[in-house]
């Protein structure tokens, strides 16, 4: 293929690492992605770490200014990888210039803002993508097709937890993601924003809320911690169904502890992320829970890799999965067709983001909150 | 021994039949008694079940009218089985009548209710007990001694849920449960209650609350649904801990799934009724959890049975734990004193219920409330 | 009833209270017994053993001597819970005396004594059962039943370890366990015994076996240890499936890790003696393992005790799986039938030593040893 | 760096398409590697593949015949990737032309074979690897380290199982999996020999061995089976451990269950495959057995990806651990250094094929086999 589809990346910190990586990938899938994919231009604000980054992960250029990936003609993808608060200008700016978007989550810090990310994007004309990479987790994306299939019935509750204890030291020192203006909500914002989404993605939308949050450490060695070190949450859902979430990153000992439960008329599943490989589903008439494997030949992403034969099951990683993100923006680009309607765009990210908002709003006021939805009559909000 | 503990029980129905094999059981126990037991009266309105239920468990005679216990001098506990609606007046008349008193949980179908019976029994002298079993389960009762001795520092996070699906299919006939009447809340009272209490001995009593409830099924052959079907609920607790509670009777397909997490400034524990006899530990330093078998010669009630040697763990039953029950009350009654502190009494069974009402309560209004506690200054409240 | 099923037992140690225990809950059990039971006598060496375990299941008389229970024309059933060496001459003096006997496992400490158990109980004409209680456990009992229906096909592998670590530590003092003469076969007799009744009792009889054994501590406080402390085996069953086996009572840290698997054309299965309750079951088309909890109305012994309702599933003990056997032996002698052909007899007891016995000579020789039974066209045998 | 490694891989079926991502990724590992690297020749026999794959994994060249690769003076590494039967010529050719050789497992059909590989390779001068992969996953190098530090105290027993059910089906097709002369012994050398590789690494040599094996399905479509399908395993190790170990590809309703186990006078850990980055420990004086995630900082490989941040633990994949075993041999290459002594070398490929067919003679002879090691004055092999 004479022209492939050339990156521009802002972020060289720990997300932008996996990013790069799975763009490498994602272009030496098994699965056709139809395109080449070259790794132009990595930008990052830090000087030394954007030079180090770039060269091992094979960027041709670095910059400390975002602009210039706007400027340049011939990128046709940004990626945004920055932290929260340099989501908004810079996305604008490169679907204004003509360049697909994949931002990271949450999309902005605050709904009006993510909004605003959405709608200018999407009056773009661009495809845009934002990173709920759990979508492109082979167990949820199952989840999505047995609950589609009807296999679990009507949804009647969802239930979600997010539970870390990095932070749980009043010791560990502070960082933009203490900082309400920098990162918007805390834990809710970092971790519940995932759970949001996949309660929209597996059942329906978040319709009211009532919610509990603290700041437990309020200041921390280099700053005074500003939002939210965990929530908890109950809500219905659009469907009817109720729900509950809570994250925290001050909760005991937990690796990652980040686990998804359904229960619908007809059956039960739940995904735990520590076991990422693994799905429980548990159907009525056909005993209790079995931890499904979703590495096989019938599983979403079982032709991705090498692919996998009859001997079985090997494991995948958190990593791959975004690669597995990757190529779902990259092959659309280049077949010149809108995403498929699993993958989480904008304006899923704008949803989310209203529904955050909602339960900060809760929170602080002791009170039950409907989420309005603005747009409602947008084509693509229908 | 010349003269043991004579009961008489109400209830011949299935937690009826737990219980008589539980007095049984705990009269031969390894941990000393200090007393025979004698199974003197079963009372049941159904005739032909007391009978039969009589012979199968050795009870001496039988009633179809708890008042025949409450009035016969010779029995010295009574035990109260019976359906919720019949707890109030029994549990009050024998205790003036000066029987000790252990009372299946819910105390009674509101906390007004509940209230009296407590302040009627305490003031009657006698002892008593609210049978929430769970503390009696020797992995409920080592996580208490963990707390307590501060193995998990702080506690920051409790949650709590008990899914069941056994009225998912709207076919299941009407009975007693579903009766708002004659049960109270359905499975907030029913499956929540258990919860509550082990938030409370746990961690602290419940503060304040946000609930939403579900009637699912609201007609079934037989009868009109008038109680909860599910809950959710989150809650402040009064050491400000953060909390959630969900009960399901329609959730999806779950066998019996009750399960309690807590996470401390130094670690998590969690523990599932399906695995009765594991805590999941993690301590802060010494890596993720670990399942801790609580049948060893360190853990509570490993002196109860035979007791187990150095050959290792053996599980032991739910309805065990109704002889560790029990025990206790027996125990207490043969030495003439009070019930150690970790036993659930009526004041319990109260406190219970207030914030089962707090949180019907606040599902009804769709509002935070303060849970609000009766006789705060009385002694045996502090 | 007029006259009851007097029972008299040797033993008064741990496993001694559990047969006390279970011949109590088996008289109360839900599930109909057809006699009424009286624990008659107990004996055992020890006096004040005796009495204060007399005392506390309610034996109505003492003795320390068995042979006062043979002589006692009224007594119906001698249970023989006695350490190995001490059940060869009472079971063949009780059963001469027309009782109906049930002996501990192992049956003898040889294979040779053990045949003469068998031939000499069998010929007396009277009841005869050999405890290997795992075939009581719900989950066994299950296993069996969906073997026979066909539902993991062809039995191609069978594994079994069992893992305890109480005798690591070098300093655990001698007992008769440890002792050649007293126990026979060490880990292999005591540990291996249950598991291959279950070999046979679930696919086929051991027909030829290679092994090897250990005496890691020769010498402990007390006395010079002369059986084995660990074995592994592995065999050829009658039907052409692969086996293994290991057993050792100085394994690393195991709290009591007893597991069998089965592979079949048709799918697989696993039990965990420490998850009592559950049965892993994978069937070839429907995905991985899923656990069954065990306790449902469709499985073995759920009508055993309340019995377990709608609302779910109530985990089961150790001990309630020896109300199960006793409730076998009992109602077999009040119905005045043969037991059922899943009960073991001792003429499992003595196939087993068979099997054991050939261990233990495959690991003394370092060769494969083809096991011979004896008695082939006895019609017990067949 | 002016000239990296150029490497040259035979084979581009499914393990070969594996180690091409794996040379890939390596090479932009945050861990540091100290070289470029090139994907010089791809080379296999079919035409087509052999294209298809070399334009995924961007190799600048192909070949249908591997002598080109070892004809090519400007090739730093050769890959051996090809079935068990094309291990031999190619690996010693491309040694004796200087070449480092990395070569998949087994890597012989007979012990013979091995041994003149290894012999020749290593005096050929030139750094050799046999991809005994497991080495490279997380948790095994972590239970290594434990082991070595004495955290398990003196190791007691081995056990191991590696159970596929890929051809129970009599209708798998024959392939050369199933070919005595192409593969060598069947589950044996494809199973076995990553498990008796790992009794090596944990603990010590194979000493002496008994063992069965079974041809279940005899005839396949398209040939007539010559290996077996299934065959179990007895041992003492070196130290004096007793080991046993089974491999099956017709076993019931297996994903890939590939599990080890081992037990010390300390402790006990045990791994399974399915669970790639869990770590099972359990020490003695700190209850059971707990759940160790091994991708946090302190754990081997953490500083290999991204690296992994305080937010905690994600998990890597199966085709990750390759890219961990590339690293070690490019890395090597690169410093003009030896081997890490945790690096599986020809040493080792000869060293389980030597077991390997001692087990199969076992079998075959069904008696006990001591396994006799050639060049034990070899200094490599001391």
Redesign the interface.
Same mark, same amino acid.
């Given at each position: 293929m004479s022209d492939g589809i050339r990156i521009g990346q802002l972020g060289a910190g720990?997300i932008g690492?996996?990013h790069s990586?799975a763009y490498?990938?994602a272009a030496?899938?098994?699965r056709p992605l139809g395109a080449t994919v070259e790794l132009r231009t990595l930008a990052d604000h830090n000087a030394q770490r954007v030079a180090e980054v770039a060269d091992?992960?094979?960027w041709a250029q670095t910059s400390t200014d975002w602009r210039e990936i706007v400027a340049d003609p011939d990128i046709d993808l940004f990626d945004n990888s920055a932290p929260n608060d340099l989501h908004v200008e810079p996305c604008i700016a490169a679907a204004r210039a003509g360049k697909h978007v994949l931002c990271e989550k949450p999309l902005a810090p605050s709904a009006q803002e993510a909004h605003r990310v959405w709608r200018e994007v999407a009056a773009a004309g661009v495809l845009h993508q934002c990173a709920f990479m759990y979508r492109f987790i082979p167990a949820i994306a199952y989840a999505r097709q047995l609950i589609e299939a009807g296999e679990?019935g009507e949804i009647?509750?969802f239930?979600a937890?997010f539970?870390?204890?990095?932070a749980?030291d009043p010791e560990?020192p502070f960082s933009w993601r203490f900082d309400r203006q920098a990162a918007g909500p805390g834990a809710l914002g970092d971790l519940g924003s995932h759970h949001i989404d996949l309660a929209r993605f597996l059942v329906a939308e978040v319709a009211s809320v009532?919610?509990?949050s603290?700041i437990?450490v309020p200041q921390r060695p280099g700053g005074a911690v500003t939002n939210d070190d965990?929530?908890?949450?109950?809500a219905?859902l659009g469907n #009817?169904a109720?729900?509950?979430f809570?994250g925290?990153r001050?909760?005991?000992?937990?690796?990652?502890t980040s686990r998804i439960e359904?229960? #619908?008329?007809? #059956?039960?599943l739940a995904f735990d992320?520590?076991?990422?490989?693994e799905l429980a589903?548990?159907?009525?008439g056909?005993? #209790?829970?079995?931890?499904?494997?979703v590495?096989?030949s019938a599983h979403p992403f079982s032709d991705f890799?090498?692919p996998v034969?009859?001997?079985?099951?090997?494991?995948?990683?958190?990593?791959?999965c975004f690669a597995h993100q990757a190529h779902c923006m990259l092959s659309a680009i280049a077949a010149g067709r809108a995403l498929p309607s699993e993958a989480p765009t904008m304006f899923d990210g704008y949803r989310v983001a209203e529904a955050v908002d909602a339960m900060a709003r809760a929170a602080a006021e002791?009170?039950?909150v409907e989420v309005s939805y603005r747009d409602l009559d947008s084509p693509e909000g229908a």
């Amino acid at each position: 293929m004479s022209d492939g589809i050339r990156i521009g990346q802002l972020g060289a910190g720990f997300i932008g690492k996996v990013h790069s990586l799975a763009y490498r990938n994602a272009a030496r899938a098994q699965r056709p992605l139809g395109a080449t994919v070259e790794l132009r231009t990595l930008a990052d604000h830090n000087a030394q770490r954007v030079a180090e980054v770039a060269d091992r992960y094979g960027w041709a250029q670095t910059s400390t200014d975002w602009r210039e990936i706007v400027a340049d003609p011939d990128i046709d993808l940004f990626d945004n990888s920055a932290p929260n608060d340099l989501h908004v200008e810079p996305c604008i700016a490169a679907a204004r210039a003509g360049k697909h978007v994949l931002c990271e989550k949450p999309l902005a810090p605050s709904a009006q803002e993510a909004h605003r990310v959405w709608r200018e994007v999407a009056a773009a004309g661009v495809l845009h993508q934002c990173a709920f990479m759990y979508r492109f987790i082979p167990a949820i994306a199952y989840a999505r097709q047995l609950i589609e299939a009807g296999e679990l019935g009507e949804i009647l509750h969802f239930r979600a937890r997010f539970l870390l204890s990095f932070a749980v030291d009043p010791e560990v020192p502070f960082s933009w993601r203490f900082d309400r203006q920098a990162a918007g909500p805390g834990a809710l914002g970092d971790l519940g924003s995932h759970h949001i989404d996949l309660a929209r993605f597996l059942v329906a939308e978040v319709a009211s809320v009532a919610a509990a949050s603290t700041i437990e450490v309020p200041q921390r060695p280099g700053g005074a911690v500003t939002n939210d070190d965990a929530f908890v949450a109950i809500a219905r859902l659009g469907n #009817g169904a109720s729900a509950s979430f809570e994250g925290s990153r001050i909760a005991g000992n937990h690796g990652l502890t980040s686990r998804i439960e359904v229960d #619908g008329t007809r #059956g039960s599943l739940a995904f735990d992320f520590e076991r990422l490989n693994e799905l429980a589903l548990s159907e009525r008439g056909k005993g #209790g829970f079995r931890s499904i494997l979703v590495t096989q030949s019938a599983h979403p992403f079982s032709d991705f890799w090498f692919p996998v034969g009859i001997q079985g099951q090997h494991p995948i990683s958190w990593a791959d999965c975004f690669a597995h993100q990757a190529h779902c923006m990259l092959s659309a680009i280049a077949a010149g067709r809108a995403l498929p309607s699993e993958a989480p765009t904008m304006f899923d990210g704008y949803r989310v983001a209203e529904a955050v908002d909602a339960m900060a709003r809760a929170a602080a006021e002791r009170e039950w909150v409907e989420v309005s939805y603005r747009d409602l009559d947008s084509p693509e909000g229908a």
